[in-house]
């Protein structure tokens, strides 16, 4: 079974035909914090380009930052709301940075991305600000193209239904020269050089536009989008479920591609949301209520975040958790890599999607897998001492690899256990010896050879469950026995397993609160 990535390759490689250079492209507006489920558009982009140059094409990633567009609302997460609601209907590229730490509001919502993307193996985007492009006017032959054709492109709009068409409407989007806001009403415009006039409704300054060289310039999205199709060669872009319903801005921009700017539409995928688990509202930037990817890398590892994606169609829903499913995620990544170095085909594409390198190249052996609940009770027996959590594994590592793989895993495991473990999760050993619990003569003698079996220094923390569980059992005891055990050593009825949670404590700490 091919995977979906190749699909859509072969897909571009036939419509586009034999070129020296493919272009893939993906963008959006930094109108808010670039959430997760954006980083969809960007990765699915990525894999596509990846399955090209594993064909051997050589291939361009662009990737649009819309930061010409208008300002229309203020987030709910963002600080100095009263600062932000003063600058609506500006150039996003015109807003104070509310944290202080950008030239702007719009490039410090771009950063959140630019330095996290490398981070998961996406270091070859070339980036476009879109306010340098208008600014510049290198768009200014393509918007004549599109006044030139109003009169069609209002037909087309007409026929998708897609809004009501009112009087004087042009394809055209300014900002008023003296109060810096989209707020006009144009004239007519004047086809033979090329002008139009316009009356701004906030500070009705009026102005007559040359659009042959004008630096305040802007198209709607659903000519935007198309006319950039044109302009940078696409041949590839996927879309949110939003842009590809029914009369949507793919379709108008598929019919407007092709009339209007004479160009063929790129091949296009459908990607769906992401929500987090337990949540059933869809992540906007401009609503507040997202996540960033470097939130999720916090938990997962970068290679994990690329195998959700390349694990999923891009028109399929699913959710990130951040609960203790975190540990079934991590237990079903550590499955698909095993496959792969086992020999099963599409385990292996999927895990080749999800290295870091953009060759897709695996390590030559698989790298250590220490389960993320086993590392999560190493991190709180050495109470969050990661030199002794790495101390701990260092007899298991073989190379760089796995010396990444423990660092990563067992920082990732610390931050989950202080943001998101439910406390069932969550223990700290006790300093000394209870006295309050209580032991019958049978529990007595139980405890008495499970010190013993501390002594014998059993190969592994597996061996050790073994061997208690065979003392238990061998003294009768109900399986209620256990719950006086973890009171002994974390002043609660359960925890982690027993092997690993006495070897991790040490003997000579084990022997004590036994």
């Known amino acids: 079974m091919a995977h979906w990535a190749d699909n859509i390759a072969d897909k571009v490689i036939q419509q586009a035909g034999d070129k020296p250079e493919y272009t893939v492209a993906s963008g959006i507006t930094p109108s808010g914090t670039i959430h997760f489920g954006k980083f969809r558009e960007v990765i699915t982009t990525e894999l596509v380009a990846r399955a090209l140059m594993k064909r051997g094409k050589k291939v361009r990633f662009i990737y649009s930052w819309d930061d010409y567009d208008t300002f229309r609302k203020v987030p709910g997460d963002m600080p100095q709301q009263d600062v932000l609601k ?28 630019e330095n996290a993307a490398p981070l998961v193996g996406i270091d070859y985007i070339e980036f476009l600000y879109q306010n340098k492009k208008f600014r510049a006017g290198d768009y200014n032959d393509f918007i004549i193209t599109t006044m030139d054709a109003r009169d069609k492109i209002i037909e087309f709009m007409n026929e998708f239904k897609t809004e009501e068409i009112k009087e004087g409407w042009q394809p055209l989007n300014t900002y008023c020269s003296k109060c810096n806001r989209d707020r006009v009403d144009f004239g007519e415009y004047n086809k033979a050089d090329k002008t139009i006039p316009y009356k701004c409704k906030l500070c009705r300054h009026e102005e007559t536009l040359d659009l042959k060289t004008s630096k305040r310039l802007k198209l709607p999205w659903r000519f935007d989008w198309p006319m950039r199709w044109a302009y940078e060669k696409v041949d590839f872009e996927p879309g949110g479920r939003d842009h590809s319903s029914a009369g949507s801005s793919r379709d108008t921009g598929e019919i407007i591609s092709r009339e209007v700017y004479k160009y063929t539409p790129p091949v296009y995928a459908m990607y769906d949301q992401i929500r987090v688990k337990g949540q059933t509202k869809k992540m906007s930037s401009s609503a507040g209520n997202g996540f960033s990817l470097e939130s999720v890398l916090e938990i997962y590892e970068p290679e994990i975040v690329r195998w959700f994606f390349a694990s999923y169609k891009p028109d399929s829903m699913f959710d990130m958790a951040f609960d203790s499913d975190v540990i079934k995620r991590y237990e079903e990544f550590d499955q698909i890599e095993r496959k792969a170095y086992e020999g099963d085909a599409y385990a292996r594409e999927i895990y080749e999607f999800s290295q870091l390198n953009k060759e897709c190249k695996i390590p030559e052996t698989m790298p250590i897998q220490p389960g993320f609940r086993h590392v999560c009770t ?30 990563e895993r067992s920082e990732r495991a610390a931050k989950w256990l202080q943001l998101y473990a439910p406390e069932e999760f969550k223990f700290i050993v006790n300093k000394s010896r209870r006295t309050d619990v209580e032991l019958n003569d049978a ?13 014998r220094d059993l190969a592994t923390d597996g061996d050790l469950q ?19 055990i973890y009171q002994l050593l974390l002043s609660r009825d359960a925890g982690p397993k027993l092997g690993s949670l006495l070897r991790g404590i040490g003997k000579e700490k084990a022997l004590n609160l036994l």
Not at 443 to 455: C, V, W
Not at 466 to 484: D, Q, S
Request: avoid cysteine; charge should be negative; aromatic fraction near 12%.
């Open 466 to 484: 073994t061997a208690i569980g065979e003392v238990v059992k061998a003294n009768g005891l109900p399986a209620g026995f256990y719950k006086k």
């Open 86 to 113: 003063a600058h609506l209907y500006q150039p996003i590229v015109d807003i104070p940075d509310v944290y202080g730490t950008a030239e702007n509001y719009a490039r410090h919502n771009e950063l959140t991305l």
């Open 378 to 407: 190493i991190v709180q027996l050495f109470d969050f001492d990661m030199k002794k959590v790495y101390d701990y594994f260092a007899p298991e590592i073989k190379n760089a690899r796995d010396e990444r793989r423990v660092k």
């Open 443 to 455: 529990e007595q003698k139980t405890l008495t050879e499970i010190r013993a079996l501390l002594d």
